[in-house]
Structure formats: structure tokens, C-alpha cells
């Protein structure tokens, strides 16, 4: 079967590095791909926002698949349009997307179907906005309602800087926020395939937000993961699944707006049980990179299923029990304004060193790769230990010629309970 795999970033090409395997895989295509991307699937020159070219594409080359992996293409209704030119598309419509396109929304539903989550105010305005601060003890969490790409959350330590994230989500047109209580306790990710009434779980992994060594500094959209996050126990991981993800299963359902592909739950471990803290619509980044790297057997079925709506129907994921951990290369100026176009060199040496090097935001210049985004590699290792996978991501780390930086201490919460 052919398949058509949206997006661009290390996410996208650790998806394609999986399909690439599939025993059912006749052409892999992708747009708008970049240079990793390129070395398992056809790029094709496609305008993603196009819908319908998307559609006619998918007609000409017998693409019984399209893969959606970013979030921007499922909130503006792509794989509502190609669903109704009679594609099979993995990825959710656009009005479920809102779980990840609207903090508020998702708020709102929890609230309704009495899902645990931080207490929270929706605000529309600067002034009630400041207002509806008091309320809230320090720190506090302010969140931009649309989509941010993992950058539009603020934990504030006193009132002023909490003023002032408001103030410049309300600085942009058509600004809205959400004001949310401080959960104390570390976070997990936890990953569900569902086709908007079958559950199958598929894995988890823990992120590491901030920008710098020993998470000081401002969000970013991922510096690294590892996964399994065994700090989401067997027992834990049900309780999320129960409480969490199929009561927002069954509420999607119950509003007509079925969700239908990877609902990642961003969790947080508070003393009274698992709680939400937000959704994604989409695998997460770089969480993607540790999940296919421990994921054995084959992608595909799976995700065709998730597509057809008959999940139920195929055998449930297997994972390797080794730890796999990655390490995010960012640019120079990252979070902030990357420095773009600077050649990278060695990743061959990495590869051969023993990681898999999926590339995020890279270009060919020439016969050059080089950075064009802030968010430029993933170097992922697998071991048996957080400790082992470490450090054999490290040695990839090293033996690149990169022009930018990565954070040094990714897996340290795993691997001081490791020592323990």
C-alpha cells in the first residue's frame, strides 16, 4: 500500500524511519519531508495547506493512508477534507483537534465530565484577566489558549510575571488565555491510539521542557525524552487511562465530535493520582523519536486500523523493555530567534557511533545539510539502563560538528532513582 506521511520535523522523520520498515509498505511519500525524511519516503512538492491538491495527489498515486503528524494541519481540517474525498487518514477532524487547539476547550470538557485537572479561569481580555489573578496562589500558570507549539506556557513565581505573560498573549490579535492552579508533582507523558471507541495504550515517556541543564530557563518545545517514564507505574498509567483518556474518549463521542488517532496526555503525578495538565492531538516531540525506537513489529497495521475504526481488530503494540533516550541539538538563539543555515557535519559519525539521527528543522544547501529551525536534530540511543542509553546518545552528541547546543543532562530524574 501506498501512504502519504504531512510534516516536516524530527517527529515526522522518526515516523517515517518506522513506516520505512513496514512489510506492507509499497511507496512512502512525504511533504514537505526535509533531508532525513528524504533518505526513507519520496518528497513530493505539495502545498499541505491545499487540501485539495493534497486529496488529488492521493487520488493519482493510490495513497490508501495519510499519516497528519503535526498538530497545525488537524485544527485547519485536513483530515476532515481527505476523509471526505474517501481517504484513510490517521490524525483526528479538526473539531476534536480542539483538545490540543484550545486549553480552554479542553478545560471546559474535563470540567463537564469531571476528568482530574489543575483548577483553572478562562479569560478573554487583559483587564479580567488581571482580575481573575487573585484568586490564585504563587506560582501560577498561564497558558495561551490556541496552538503554541509547546511554547505558550508561563509558570509564574510572583504576580508581575504573571501580569506580563498575560499582557503580551493579549499584545496579539484575537488573544485568549487560561489561568490554571500550580500542580505540584512530576510530569509523564502517556500515550493512547484510540478510533474514537477502541483504547489501545502505546507507551510512554518523559520530556524535558526548559531550555537548560537541570530544567532552568524558558519552555521550549522539547530538549530531549526518554521513554518508558517508569515513574508512570503499570498501576498509575491505568488510573490515567480510566479516569483521564476514556472518559475524554466517551466525551468526545457523546458531543458528535469522535476522536480518532494518538491522544497524548501530558500528566501530572500529584499525591492525590494522575491529573491533566493538557492534551496533544498528535505524537509528541521528540517523545516520537523514543517511542518508534522501542517500538518491535510493525507500524502500519496499527495505524491503518486506528483509521478504519477497527482497532479492536489488531494485535495490541510490543515495546522493547530497553530505555531509549534523545537528545534535541538546537540552534544558537533558540527558544528565541534561531541562527539558520549554518552547515552540520558528522552525522554519519553519530549513526556510526550507534544512535539514530533523525533530523527536525535541516535544509540541503548544496551538498551541505544545514540548520533551518530552532529545533535542528534528535540524537536517540537505546540501553539498558536510562544510565547505558544516556550515554550512548552522548557519544552521537559528540561526534557531530554542530553549530548550536543541546542540553547535557537528559534522563537525569531516571537516573538519580537508577542509583538509588
Not at 485547519?76 to 486549553?103: C, M, T, Y
Not at 498501576?235 to 474518549?249: K, S
Not at 493520582?273 to 513489529?297: S, W
Amino acid at each position: 500500500m501506498n501512504v502519504l506521511l504531512i510534516g516536516s520535523g524530527g517527529r515526522e522523520h522518526a515516523l517515517a524511519w518506522k513506516l520505512a520498515q513496514s512489510a506492507v509498505l509499497d511507496t512512502l511519500y512525504a511533504a514537505p519531508g526535509n533531508p532525513g525524511i528524504a533518505r526513507h519516503a519520496t518528497i513530493v512538492p505539495l502545498d499541505i495547506a491545499d487540501h485539495a491538491a493534497v486529496a488529488r495527489f492521493c487520488a493519482e498515486t493510490r495513497v490508501s493512508l495519510v499519516v497528519v503528524g503535526p498538530e497545525a494541519p488537524l485544527v485547519a481540517g485536513l483530515a476532515d477534507d481527505l476523509r471526505a474525498a474517501g481517504v484513510a487518514v490517521f490524525g483526528p477532524s479538526a473539531a476534536a483537534a480542539q483538545l490540543e487547539g484550545s486549553k480552554g476547550y479542553t478545560k471546559d470538557l474535563c470540567r463537564e465530565a469531571d476528568i482530574p485537572t489543575a483548577g483553572y479561569v478562562r479569560v478573554t481580555d487583559l483587564n479580567g484577566a488581571i482580575a481573575a489573578l487573585s484568586p490564585f496562589s504563587l506560582p501560577v500558570v498561564i497558558k495561551a489558549d490556541g496552538l503554541a507549539a509547546g511554547k505558550g506556557v508561563t509558570i509564574a513565581m510572583d504576580r508581575a510575571e504573571a501580569e506580563a505573560a498575560l499582557a503580551a498573549i493579549f499584545d496579539q490579535p484575537g488573544g485568549e488565555a487560561v489561568i490554571e492552579e500550580f500542580l505540584t508533582g512530576e510530569e509523564a507523558s502517556l500515550f493512547v491510539l484510540t478510533d474514537g471507541v477502541h483504547l489501545m495504550p502505546f507507551g510512554s515517556a518523559q520530556d524535558h521542557k526548559r531550555v537548560g541543564d537541570g530544567d532552568v530557563g524558558p519552555n521550549t518545545g522539547g530538549m530531549g525524552a526518554y521513554s518508558p517514564a517508569r515513574v508512570l507505574t503499570p498501576a498509575l498509567e491505568q488510573q490515567a487511562i480510566d479516569t483521564i483518556v476514556r472518559p475524554t474518549v466517551a466525551a468526545m463521542a457523546a458531543r458528535g465530535t469522535p476522536y480518532s488517532g494518538v491522544l497524548y496526555a501530558g500528566l501530572m503525578l500529584t499525591d492525590r493520582g494522575p491529573k491533566l495538565i493538557e492534551y496533544n492531538a498528535r505524537f509528541g516531540d521528540p517523545e516520537c523519536q523514543v517511542l518508534m525506537t522501542r517500538l518491535d513489529g510493525d507500524l502500519l497495521p496499527i495505524l491503518l486500523a486506528v483509521a478504519q475504526g477497527r482497532l479492536d481488530t489488531v494485535t495490541p503494540p510490543v515495546f522493547s523493555a530497553a530505555t531509549s533516550l534523545t537528545v534535541v541539538m538546537a540552534a544558537t538563539g533558540y527558544p528565541g530567534t534561531p541562527v539558520t543555515g549554518q552547515p552540520i557535519g558528522g552525522i554519519d559519525r553519530a549513526e556510526a557511533a550507534g544512535t539514530t539521527v533523525f533530523h527536525a528543522g535541516t535544509r540541503n544547501a548544496g551538498s551541505d545539510v544545514v540548520t533551518a529551525g530552532g529545533r535542528v536534530l534528535a540524537v536517540t540511543a537505546t540501553g539498558d539502563t536510562v544510565r547505558a542509553a544516556q550515554a550512548a546518545a552522548y557519544r552521537g552528541v559528540d561526534a557531530l560538528d554542530f553549530p548550536g547546543f543541546c542540553r547535557r543532562d537528559i534522563g537525569w530524574r531516571e537516573i538519580a532513582r537508577e542509583g538509588e
